[in-house]
């Protein structure tokens, strides 16, 4: 039988956490959830569906800040590619 990676790395985390499968699983399914959420948070965000205060409020000021600055980076370099600029 071929052991798959992902069946190695829980093998893994549950023998060097000293944690039951079902807690490793719990806690892989709420991080995993997690980062999706701030992936779709993001992108909400960024074709204007979710207002800058929820972003501002769930990520906070920092990472608020590092979005818009990539956002408007962004815009910058195709309004140039375009001509715009």
């Known amino acids: 039988m071929i052991e798959h990676p992902l069946t190695q790395q829980l ?4 023998t060097e956490s000293k944690q039951d499968e079902a807690s490793v699983l ?9 980062l999706l959420y701030k992936e779709a948070l993001i992108e909400a965000f960024l074709m204007r569906r979710v207002p ?8 906070g000021a ?13 815009q ?7 001509g715009n600029e």
């Not at 719990?26 to 997690?34: D, H, K, N, S, T």
């Not at 800058?52 to 409020?57: A, G, P, S």
């Open 26 to 34: 719990a806690q892989a399914v709420r991080r995993g959830l997690e």
């Open 76 to 82: 910058h370099d195709v309004a140039w590619g375009l």
């Open 62 to 74: 920092e990472e608020l800040a590092e979005l818009e600055y990539q956002r408007d980076a962004f």
């Open 52 to 59: 800058r205060e929820k972003i501002l409020h769930e990520l």
């Open 11 to 14: 093998e893994f985390v549950v």
